[in-house]
């Protein structure tokens, strides 16, 4: 029989969602939430803010009472305070999880949210597509060039089972579409993120006339 340790160490690590051909069309279903990153942000600053005045008033009551140390006691207010309103802020987050679906297709994406939010962007119109993988930080964003616009953050949804909060590599096919599009890939200083990116008639004149030069 095989000992508790040993079952831990055959255990798989979770996987990321895995895509789908659906008739030529780049298909990807995962947990997510329909969120900006900027707005998760300004909720944890917010969230801390609240939590301030409080923790000012836990400074002084161990600086006065136990004679802790001004520094000490900011570390033993910050742990007290601000780290369980955080974990309560990731959880009402997280308790937005919803299935979402991105699919790819010939000429256009689709990003789709299980409750009714679905946008539809033809790739001559997508101005901005940023694909992060890995990290709590793993999202799609994208924006379409009259400001429509879609944010899904899969690093902090809430997941099955034996699946990880982060999003698989765009496929080789879907890289191709938006760069006959016209969309232009840059790579990101940290691993895992891709970002396409149209450029503006001033950036497409600056460049040609450089080349012309």
Known sequence: MDSPVARVKQAAPPLPSAWEDDGGRSVLRFAGVAMRLRTLALAIIGTILIGAPFGIALIFVFNDIAHIPARGASVVAGTLIGIPLTLLL???????????????????????????????????????????????????????????????????????????????????????????????????????????????????SEGDHVSSA
């Open 90 to 204: 990731m959880l009402i987050v997280r308790r937005r999880t919803r299935t979402c679906t991105v699919s790819f297709g010939s000429d256009e994406l689709q990003v789709e949210i299980d409750g009714g939010q679905r946008t539809v962007i033809a790739y001559q119109d997508l101005t901005f597509l940023r694909w992060v993988c890995d990290t709590e930080y793993a999202r799609i964003v994208i924006h379409r060039e009259d400001g429509v616009s879609a944010s899904v953050l899969a690093g902090v949804a809430r997941v099955p089972k034996g699946q990880s909060p982060t999003l698989p590599s765009l496929p080789a096919q879907v890289i191709l579409r938006l760069e006959e599009a016209g969309l232009s890939p840059r790579k990101g200083r940290r691993i895992g993120i891709t970002s396409f990116r149209r450029e503006s008639s001033a950036e497409r």
